[in-house]
């Protein structure tokens, strides 16, 4: 599988962007399709992720009512919709694949569950 991320930039406080995530490849056994984000000097962080089969979702507290994940079956994309920015936003937004079914109620967040990630995309919010 191979993941290429793509959509980030420069924005001010309070705006918004969007991420693009597309697989390529063997991309059946996809279970779950995560971000994660990583800041300068701090570890890899989860942020969201959705179930590919029933579109279900998961966010971080720190993103919960401001970013939003979905996906397109038909274009095997997925893309993170991501309003209100703060600075603390500011990181380089990796996608990731984890081909584990794993039960509803665990929730997909830990990286090294995942097997394919993308390149990142650095989203840098100003003050």
């Known amino acids: 599988v191979q993941l290429q991320a793509s959509g980030g930039g420069l924005v001010q406080a309070g705006g918004s962007l969007k991420l693009s995530c597309a697989a390529s490849g063997r991309t059946s056994s996809t279970r779950n399709t995560a971000w994660f984000r990583q800041a300068p000097g701090k570890e890899r962080e989860f942020v969201a992720a959705?179930?590919?089969?029933?579109?279900?979702?998961y966010y971080a507290d720190s993103v919960k009512g401001r970013f939003t994940i979905s996906r397109d079956n038909a274009k095997n994309m997925v893309t993170l919709q991501m309003n209100s920015l703060k600075p603390e936003d500011t990181a380089i937004y990796y996608c990731?694949?984890?081909?584990?079914?794993?039960?509803?109620?665990?929730?997909?967040?830990?990286?090294?569950?995942?097997?394919?990630w993308g390149q990142g995309t650095l989203v840098t919010v100003s003050s």
């Open positions: 959705i179930r590919w089969s029933t579109g279900f979702t």
């Open positions: 990731a694949v984890d081909n584990m079914l794993r039960g509803v109620g665990i929730v997909p967040a830990n990286p090294q569950w995942y097997d394919y």
